[in-house]
């Protein structure tokens, strides 16, 4: 699916409202097979055209996790963000657009991987302390969590607002670049740089 300015990550939910015929279709073919999904960001908000070139390289590959068939024939969906992918090629455009797509590898969590997580953690505290309580609601689950991919893929989904910078992390392949490009921008809006 294209859509411009939307954005996913893994691990993060995206709820859809599915009202173009095209899309409802995608959506029953969707739950009649593996129920994966990914939305791709238009370049062009104004050109409704797909093609390869006006959709950005980098996605999430999501589930289906549940959806709502509208008497009308509308759909409400939950997209939950799995793993990163790479838009490499354009299939059809009808009935749906279909794309070929290739996994971005994970790489394992080390220590300092683990490290740095700890330090994302406690810059985004800082940042909720500047009175954001759904921040400070989110930090208090990513605590519970012992992977430093899922906390800089959540904050990335919660943070990253510019289409520059979401492709950026969409497109890192090692954890440590994604987990710089979260801890800068959380020293942007935490005031940190500036000190």
């Not at 012992?146 to 497109?171: F, H, M, N």
Request: one cysteine or more; charged letters at 25%; a negative charge.
């Amino acid at each position: 699916m294209v859509l411009p300015g939307c954005a996913h990550f893994p691990h993060g939910l995206l709820p859809l409202y599915l009202y173009e015929v095209r899309y409802r279709l995608l959506a029953q073919d969707c739950l009649a097979g593996d129920r994966l999904f990914f939305v791709a960001n238009r370049r062009d908000p104004e050109n409704d055209e797909v093609s390869i070139d006006n959709v950005y390289p980098y996605a999430t590959a999501a589930l289906l996790q549940s959806c709502r068939e509208n008497e009308d024939g509308t759909f409400h969906l939950a997209l939950h963000g799995l793993q990163r992918i790479k838009i490499v090629g354009l299939e059809t455009i009808e009935p749906y657009p279909k794309f070929q797509i290739r996994a971005m590898p994970e790489e394992e969590a080390t220590s300092e991987h683990r490290a740095v997580g700890g330090e994302i953690l406690e810059l985004a505290d800082q940042w909720a302390q500047q009175g954001i309580p759904a921040l400070a609601a989110l930090l208090e689950r990513l605590q519970t969590i012992d992977d430093p991919s899922i906390t800089s893929d959540v904050l990335a989904g919660y943070l990253l607002e510019e289409v520059k910078d979401q492709q950026r992390y969409l497109g890192a392949l090692r954890l440590e670049e994604r987990q710089r490009i979260v801890s800068t921008r959380l020293r942007e809006l935490s005031g940190a740089d500036r000190a």
